[in-house]
């Protein structure tokens, strides 16, 4: 703000400088015809007195040193707005690298104490999370698997108890069968011994 309006002010200052210096121009041009048209004539010279002379050059030196003033007086404007200038382009410097550091800041999570910009904390997390669910399904599966196994292996154990169970009758029905046949045939080698 401060820097358009040194800008502003030194536009003016220039121009009121050369509008005032078109003024006095025309003026010490108009006393300068003045003085010639009022001065008389010598044959083909003009013979102007030593007042009106020293008159015009005290106006003359007047206007020299107003413009003078003047253009010193601009000089000082312009050097002033271009240190306003300077000082806004260093500020606006400064704001910028303020800028820049927190949009960096602003751009930047720390993961595990490192830290990274947004879009790579983003792909960093979704991949922990695809691979946490990718090891949660795989961990179900192997749940349902050991789960069914497990099922087969008692439907199996219930299976071969029960075959052991009927295998343990069947030998022991044969050992009574056989006891019997035994004791059969010691009673009857009693039988024919006596």
Request: aromatic share 8%; charged share 30%.
């Amino acid at each position: 703000m401060k820097f358009k309006f040194s800008i502003i002010f030194s536009i003016l200052v220039v121009a009121i400088h050369f509008e005032g210096k078109a003024q006095e121009d025309t003026k010490l041009s108009e006393q300068y015809q003045n003085m010639i048209e009022s001065s008389e004539t010598f044959e083909q010279y003009k013979v102007i007195s030593i007042t009106k002379i020293n008159s015009f050059g005290e106006i003359m030196n007047d206007s020299i040193n107003s413009l003078k003033t003047k253009v010193s007086a601009a000089t000082a404007a312009r050097e002033k707005a271009e240190q306003e200038s300077d000082a806004a382009k260093s500020q606006m410097s400064d704001l910028q690298n303020e800028l820049e550091e927190a949009q960096i800041a602003v751009d930047k999570m720390p993961f595990l104490g490192i830290p990274m910009n947004k879009t790579t904390y983003n792909v960093v997390m979704w991949s922990i999370v695809i691979v946490l669910v990718a090891a949660l399904i795989i961990v179900y599966f192997m749940f349902l698997k050991s789960f069914r196994l497990t099922r087969q292996a008692k439907k199996d154990k219930d299976l071969i108890d029960q075959e052991l169970e009927d295998l343990r009758q069947r030998s022991q029905e044969k050992q009574v069968k056989i006891k019997r046949e035994l004791q059969t045939a010691l009673n009857k080698l009693e039988e024919y011994k006596r």
